[in-house]
Each structure stands twice: as structure tokens, then as C-alpha cells.
């Protein structure tokens, strides 16, 4: 098997700011070729120890040993109670199943050893499917998610937090999200510190009942007005990023779980000038900094940032203040993901921003056919960095429009660039720490290196080679592999170290609805037993790692314990039900 020995650790671990210019022209707009949907506008209210690797079926080992030999030995009372424990699996072959403590398989081992019969066993482990598909049903429409290689890249590692724990928060800047989509709600980031719609700032950070985000458009919380679900474009592109994987329902995004923090950048008075654009940036910055000075405890850990928004013919020099965000987000470790226009125009002669902002930590995307064949968009062979396919793309759309089947096929830019702002999210989950290390103390290093590792690995085609500086197809496994060989040659025990310290996170927490779910690098089988404050059982049972768990009673509001054994190891975690 190629790469086994990846393989096998994959297994184990698995300003106010202002404006000058004139918007006659340069009005902003969607990087999409969407209609807006025909519905009339409404208003919408607001580890075990370091012997025993977590891939390891506790107690269970495979034997090989002669059946004839293990007939010969029922026979013999002293052996017959050992040897009788041994339940056969493959006679001719002799394999055996054995559950139970080793120290039984020593003893027959020795006992055979001294009669010259060979015995052989091992621990029996969990394997998992070399290409992970998740279990959505509208998945088989999604085909860009192959063309990307997405179904390998999953098999890395599907969990929404980073090795040291930390949730993952991609924010979008957009018209909105549908905050109560079923693919989209659990992946939607929430401001916990703050109480919504209180008329106050809860969390002292100057943005009042920030709950889910800010409109930078209007200067207000609200995130999903009807322009929101009049155009459905920040649910679509979100839908692409990061709808819930493998729960079932509709679509999978990118990355499985994820908190997308909705920036709506469009006004709802007058014309939709650039400084929603640079308010919703400046939210992202500022929560993270808050995130990085508070050591996580307050903010959000924003990694990346999605704007499939842009605006036409339109050069650097005429929106300094917009391009220079992306630098400040770089500071902070925030790569960003821009779509470039879907004209097919030469952006560099034509002009179009984001795609001609000059920063490091702006990846600008084109758009291909899912033959990988360029798609007609904007180019430019030395601002425009990578192509991923926005031709085809069956996502998510407001519920309000179709509630009995919010999807729908989509195409342009706008599409695309979420998959890279997607992948650039899940890399951060499975990254060592070694490289989480270095985007603490040198960003500018760490995004050089993760806009190295996507862009050196893409699948180049010829139709993209007066369209991109790389002339290829963004390929998420493909810049894995980079990103594994550069944390192997760094930390070459990253995938193992992991045993050891890899802790469910629960969330959310507090629960309003009582249920949770329990983060993990892997989907592992669980246990769980949950407590109340006077040490009570109140819950038993088993699921398994990142999916929903939900009571079969009701829980009354108050502390619980969540005893959570994983593998070999129990973690006992305080949960709050509100
Ligand atoms: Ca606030
Ligand atoms: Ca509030
Ligand atoms: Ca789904």
C-alpha cells in the first residue's frame, strides 16, 4: 500500500474609515453569474497510554496458529481453558479472534513455542476507508468536490479544531448567511460572550449584540435581511465553504465542521459603497487580535476569510485602504480567499480588485469547467493565483426559498474561492503543531508557507496557462502532502503526538437545545456517561466522535459532567445546559 507508513499514522491519529471616491462606477458586486431569486424581498426579523494507539480495538487481537494444533491442545486440560478462549476465524488459514487480557496469549504462545508450533498475534485494528465520503445525500451532485480531492483529503482528518484544540473560524464576507439553514446552523459561528439583541455590548469588544457576526454594511448586528435571501449569495458561497459534512443532510462543504462567521458588507441604504466591505474586515481583524492578546479566551480564531465580492475595472491605487486590509489580516494570521471577476478580461490591463491588491495573504481565484478546463472568467498571469472549479456547484440556498430542498446548482467565481478559503481552514485542522507555533510568533512565515503549499500542488492545465500564476487546479490533497512532508520534517512525531493529547472538545457549551457533540481529530466509536452536579447518572450511551448527540429526556438547566472515553481514554468534561 503506497505510503503505509502515512497511512498508518493517519490511522493513529487521525476606523472609522472613510470614503472618497465616486460609487457611480465602481459599485460593488457578487462574483457570481446568479440571478437573484425571483421571490419577492421580505423582511426577515432579525489516549490511552504510548503503547496503545487510539486506532486499536481495545482488548482484541488476532491470532495465527495452527488449528490442528489448537483441536490437539482442547484436549489437554491445562491448555483447554486458554486455548477454548481462541474463537476461530479462518480454519485452513488458522486465524483466531481473541478478546481479552494479553497475558492469556503469552501464556499460549509460550505453551506452543515450546512444542516448535508457530504462534503469532497482534492487537486487531480499526481501519477506515482510503477515500472518506460522507454520508450527505445530495453529495454524488457535488462532483467538484473530487476535482478538488476533497474525499483523500477527508481521510487526513475531518475534525473543526486545530491540534491544540483551538475551533477554527473562517469569516465570510458576503450579503448574509440563513443563520437557521439545517446544513449551515451548526456551522455558524456565534459570539458566546455576547447576549443578542439586549441593545447592549455584552463583551465590551464595540460592536453591540455582535451574536453572529457584524454588517458592516449598515453598521448594525443583523446578518440576514432580505437582500440576504432575495440574492442567497453568502448562503451559497458558505454552502460551498462549509456545510455540515456527514450529518445526513443536503450537501457537504470543504471542510465538515467549521464556524463561519457571517459579515454581511452590503447597505441597505443607498448605494453599496466599499466601506461595508472594510467594516466587515476590520471585524474579522479585530476579532482575532482579540483572540491572539486574550490567548483564545476572548474573539474568535479567525484562520481565513472569504470574499466573493469585488469590484470591476478597478486598479490598486483607486482602493488602497481595501487592499491594505489584507495585509492587516495577514498580521494576524488571517489568509484570505478573493474571487476574481467573472468578465473574461484581463485583469491587469482591465483592472479589478481584489484581484490586483498586492498582499501575501490574498489567495485570488479563477474559475475552471469540472474538466478542470478554464471557465471564461477573469485572468491575469501574475495576480490571479489558482483556479478551482466554479462552473458547476450544487450548494446551499436561503431556506426561505425552497424549504423543502434549500440547494441549487451555482456557478462563477464566487464559488470557487471558497474552496480555497474551505481548504485553507482544514489544513489548519490538521497541521501540526510546529507550524501553529510559528503562526504565533511569525505570520508572515506561516501564511507564506500555507499559500506555498496550495499553490505548488496544483493539477496544471493547459487552458489555465494565460489565466494564473501556478496555471493549475487547486488540489487539497495534493497540498497536504506538502504541508505532511514540511511537519514531518519539523515535528516528526506530529500524527502520533496526537494519542496521547487529543481531547474531545464538547460544543456547543453551553447547550440551549441539549445536545452536543464531541470534537475529535478522528470519528471514533464513544462512550458517554453524563452527571449532574450531585454525581447522579442521568445519561448512558454510545455514538461516536463529531456527530450530534441528543438526550432522549430532558435535561433541567445546570452543570453536567460528560464522562467521554475515547479508545483508552476518559475525559471528563463540565457541559452547562442553559
Ligand atoms: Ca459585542
Ligand atoms: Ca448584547
Ligand atoms: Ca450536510
Redesign the pocket.
Known amino acids: 500500500m503506497p505510503g503505509s507508513d502515512k497511512a498508518i499514522r493517519r490511522l493513529i491519529f487521525v476606523a472609522s474609515f472613510f470614503l472618497v471616491c465616486s460609487f457611480a462606477v465602481n459599485l460593488i458586486h457578487a462574483q457570481s453569474l446568479q440571478k437573484p431569486h425571483s421571490i419577492p424581498p421580505q423582511l426577515y426579523p432579525k489516549s490511552s497510554s504510548t503503547a496503545i494507539a487510539s486506532n486499536v480495538i481495545p482488548n482484541t487481537y488476532l491470532v495465527r496458529v495452527s488449528s490442528s494444533w489448537i483441536k490437539f491442545v482442547s484436549l489437554e486440560p491445562s491448555i483447554a481453558n486458554l486455548s477454548s478462549q481462541l474463537k476461530c476465524q479462518d480454519e485452513s488459514f488458522g486465524l483466531y479472534r481473541f478478546v481479552g487480557n494479553e497475558s492469556v496469549l503469552l501464556e499460549l504462545k509460550a505453551k506452543a513455542n515450546l512444542a516448535g508450533i508457530p504462534f503469532t498475534y497482534q492487537p486487531e485494528h480499526y481501519i477506515q476507508r482510503r477515500s472518506l465520503k460522507p454520508n450527505?445525500p445530495l453529495l454524488p451532485q457535488q462532483r467538484y468536490l473530487d476535482v478538488i480531492q476533497m474525499p483523500l483529503a477527508w481521510e487526513q482528518g475531518m475534525a473543526g479544531v486545530n491540534r491544540y484544540g483551538d475551533t477554527l473560524v473562517v469569516a465570510v464576507v458576503d450579503d448574509g448567511m440563513d443563520t437557521s439553514h439545517p446544513?449551515l446552523r451548526e456551522n455558524i459561528w456565534v459570539n458566546r460572550k455576547e447576549i443578542p439583541w439586549n441593545g447592549k455590548d455584552d463583551d465590551n469588544n464595540g460592536y453591540t449584540d455582535d451574536y453572529w457576526g457584524w454588517n458592516g454594511g449598515d453598521s448594525t448586528p443583523i446578518i440576514f435581511n432580505s437582500e440576504s435571501i432575495f440574492y442567497g449569495h453568502g448562503t451559497s458561497v458558505a454552502g460551498v465553504l462549509g456545510?455540515?459534512?456527514n450529518?445526513g443532510?443536503?450537501?457537504?462543504g470543504v471542510i465538515w465542521q467549521v464556524k463561519m462567521m457571517p459579515l454581511l458588507c452590503y447597505s441597505t441604504k443607498g448605494a453599496d459603497g466599499e466601506v461595508g466591505v472594510v467594516r466587515s474586515m476590520l471585524y474579522a481583524y479585530r476579532q482575532k487580535k482579540r483572540w491572539i492578546n486574550s490567548q483564545g479566551k476572548e474573539g474568535a480564531n479567525v484562520v481565513a476569510l472569504n470574499m466573493s465580492v469585488g469590484l470591476d475595472k478597478a486598479f490598486a491605487n483607486e482602493a488602497p485602504i481595501w487592499c491594505a486590509m489584507f495585509d492587516s489580516l495577514a498580521s494576524v494570521g488571517i489568509i484570505s480567499a478573493g474571487a476574481t471577476t467573472n468578465s473574461n478580461i484581463d485583469v491587469e490591463k482591465e483592472g479589478d480588485i481584489p484581484s490586483l491588491c498586492l498582499s501575501d495573504g490574498l489567495i485570488v481565484t479563477s474559475s475552471t469547467l469540472l474538466n478542470k478546463q478554464f471557465d471564461q472568467a477573469g485572468y491575469g498571469t501574475t495576480s490571479v493565483d489558482i483556479a478551482a472549479p466554479g462552473g458547476d456547484v450544487y450548494t446551499a440556498i436561503p431556506r426561505q426559498i425552497n424549504p423543502a430542498s434549500p440547494y441549487k446548482g451555482e456557478q462563477g467565481t464566487s464559488f470557487a474561492a471558497p474552496m480555497i478559503a474551505g481548504t485553507v481552514a482544514w489544513l489548519n485542522s490538521v497541521v501540526c503543531k510546529y507550524y501553529l507555533d510559528l503562526m504565533s510568533v511569525n505570520s508572515d512565515s506561516a501564511i507564506g508557507l500555507m499559500r506555498n503549499w496550495i499553490l505548488t500542488s496544483v493539477e496544471p492545465n493547459k487552458s489555465l496557462d494565460t489565466v494564473c500564476v501556478t496555471s493549475g487546479v487547486l488540489q487539497c490533497f495534493n497540498a497536504w502532502k506538502k504541508m505532511d512532508a514540511w511537519c514531518m520534517l519539523h515535528e516528526p512525531t506530529y500524527g502520533a503526538d496526537d494519542i496521547v493529547s487529543a481531547k474531545p472538545i464538547l460544543f456547543p457549551n453551553p447547550s440551549l437545545d441539549q445536545s452536543f457533540e464531541l470534537a475529535f481529530p478522528m470519528s471514533m466509536p464513544l462512550t458517554v456517561s453524563i452527571y449532574d452536579a450531585s454525581g447522579r447518572v442521568v445519561w448512558n450511551g454510545v455514538a461516536n466522535t463529531n456527530e450530534k448527540i441528543e438526550m432522549n429526556r430532558k435535561l433541567a438547566s445546570g452543570l453536567y459532567y460528560v464522562d467521554a472515553k475515547v479508545g483508552g481514554d476518559s475525559t471528563r468534561i463540565t457541559w452547562i445546559v442553559n
Not at 443532510?249 to 457537504?252: K, L, N, R
Open positions: 450527505d446544513d456545510a455540515r459534512g450529518n443532510i443536503g450537501v457537504s
